[in-house]
């Protein structure tokens, strides 16, 4: 029977090797994929992946067991990717002082936005979301990646992010209202 | 409830995070106003298309660098981690001398007398089957004490049984290759991994592979020897130069500590750049840096010549 990520943690923290790239192969996926879809650039979701994996390794020890692993993996996947857009100045797409208003929404004409029957699924469609994205702050991105591509509870991204759960609703319905407007926007152009 | 209320919770009510209450009065709305059904078909299907996006899978070329880079990472530390506890060990063994003498002579009997238990009674675990070799001779190593005080009678600990085995083939067989790029990365011998690095560079040549070129770009970046990562990048530079092998040549660049090492990326990136390999704007600034602050006379005046020259 498989180990539990418990026993897994357990064994690593008393040197076995096997148990912990067992431990990381669990997630590594989980947290390439989001990296690679926080930063849009595999070079980037690689570096994001390796310095997460790293603090893994460094702090295991000091693992508390008082939450699931994985809320606390995705804790410093999020630290990761959010600083380092910060640390290498790349996220040059949205306005800091749109954090927590609705200045991006208000300053879309309403004569842009398509009506709800003009949501078309197609093909290109992953690309115009990833382009979508980029018009997002960290923060909205990371929570919206967290809720719509992890399927995690506003609960527990609050945890993984070290927040409330009012600032999470926050955040996710300005990702939300950001991002229907961008791809209604794509589609018309 | 009005519009604005009723379509700031939209979100809220597909992630089903809304309470009882709200959630009727909310149905309750949706039911009595087209406006509002009209927004929260558009979210559904916005939802819907980013459920679909989300169910995209990972390159797997990506991931298995990716795994490849970690683990390079972690067997350099799991190699500086044993060296410093022998230290450890070495010094502490000049304290506490009886009574360590003691439990360590009686907790050595025990670990013989369970070896030998194993050895002889326990059915030979399987291993790689090469089709070369049947000896059946099986090696004990890694022993990890968990529990090494024998005060209470008994010890705790975790070992590896290894079989040996033989391989004799063309350095092509893919089999062969497989072996020697998992020593490349795991094996503690930093002249095992030499070797393996040479017939690998020998059939490389011949015929590039993707994954061991990952090995190999895992290696001269994380190995902590630096004869290993001097000829992993040797092998690397007679590869035809792209992407990949430009960014390795310049994080080795960035931040290899030993000269030689960094000698050996320069020239790399400088045939890469002559070969027309694109330096992008981050590229050219750490080349920059590099004219600014490396110790090194040569790798700076290539630094230059490179920027020159682009």
Redesign the interface.
């Known amino acids: 029977m498989a180990l539990s990520d418990n026993e897994l943690i357990i064994n690593a923290n008393?040197?076995?090797?096997i148990a912990?790239?067992e431990l990381?192969?669990r997630y590594?996926?989980m947290v390439?994929?989001l990296a690679?879809k926080y930063t849009g650039d595999?070079?980037d979701?690689?570096d994001i992946?390796?310095e997460v994996?790293?603090r893994v390794?460094k702090s295991l020890a000091s693992f508390q067991f008082k939450s699931e692993f994985s809320t606390w993996l995705f804790r410093i996947t999020s630290n990761v990717c959010i600083s380092f857009k910060r640390k290498y100045g790349k996220q040059n797409h949205f306005s800091l002082n749109d954090e927590d208003n609705s200045g991006y929404i208000s300053a879309i004409p309403e004569d842009e936005v398509l009506?709800?029957d003009n949501?078309v699924?197609n093909a290109e469609?992953?690309e115009k979301?990833n382009e979508a994205l980029n018009t997002l702050s960290p923060n909205q991105k990371m929570s919206f990646l967290l809720?719509?591509?992890e399927g995690y509870?506003?609960r527990e991204i609050a945890e993984m992010m070290n927040c409330k759960e009012g600032t999470i609703?926050k955040y996710?319905?300005e990702a939300?209202r950001k991002?229907?407007i961008q791809?209604e926007k794509n589609y018309e152009s | 409830m009005n519009h604005n209320e009723c379509k700031?919770l939209i979100?809220?009510y597909l992630?089903e995070?809304l309470d009882s209450e709200r959630k009727k009065l909310f149905e309750d709305h949706i039911k009595s106003c087209k406006d509002c059904t009209?927004?929260l078909?558009?979210?559904k299907?916005?939802?819907?298309?980013?459920?679909?996006?989300?169910k995209?899978s990972?390159?797997p070329k990506?991931?298995l660098?990716?795994?490849l880079?970690?683990?390079g990472?972690?067997?350099a530390?799991?190699n500086k981690?044993s060296f410093s506890n022998n230290i450890k060990d070495f010094i502490s063994s000049f304290f506490y001398k009886p009574v360590g003498l003691a439990a360590s002579g009686f907790a050595l009997f025990l670990v013989g007398w369970f070896l030998g238990y194993m050895v002889f009674n326990t059915p030979v675990i399987e291993n790689i089957k090469t089709g070369s070799d049947n000896s059946n001779q099986v090696r004990i190593q890694n022993i990890?004490f968990?529990d090494s005080d024998p005060s209470d009678g008994e010890v705790e600990f975790?070992f590896e049984t290894v079989q040996s085995d033989r391989m004799k083939g063309n350095v092509n067989d893919i089999e062969l290759q497989k072996i020697l790029t998992y020593a490349v990365l795991n094996e503690q011998n930093p002249g095992t991994r030499l070797n393996s690095i040479n017939v690998i560079n020998a059939n490389q040549i011949q015929k590039p592979d993707d994954e061991i070129k990952s090995t190999l770009i895992a290696v001269a970046k994380f190995d902590n020897n630096p004869g290993v990562r001097i000829e992993a990048l040797k092998s690397l530079n007679k590869l035809p130069a792209d992407e990949e092998i430009k960014?390795t040549l310049i994080y080795v660049l960035l931040n290899d500590t030993s000269a030689g090492i960094r000698i050996e990326a320069i020239n790399g990136l400088a045939n890469a750049s002559k070969t027309g390999i694109n330096l992008n704007q981050k590229d050219l600034t750490s080349l920059r840096d590099k004219i600014q602050i490396d110790k090194n006379n040569y790798i700076r005046f290539q630094a230059k010549n490179i920027i020159k020259e682009y």
Request: glycine share 2%; no cysteine; charged share 30%.
């Open positions: 008393n040197g076995d090797v912990l790239e990381i192969y590594d996926k390439l994929r690679l595999s070079d979701a690689k992946y390796q994996f790293i390794y009506s709800p949501l699924v469609h992953g979301i809720k719509h591509y509870k506003i609703k996710l319905f939300v991002l229907k791809l | 700031e979100p809220f992630y995070e009209s927004e078909e558009s979210y299907n916005l939802f819907a298309d980013i459920s679909e996006d989300s995209s990972i390159d990506l991931l660098e990716a795994r880079e970690l683990r990472f972690l067997r530390q799991q981690v990890n968990i975790t960014n």
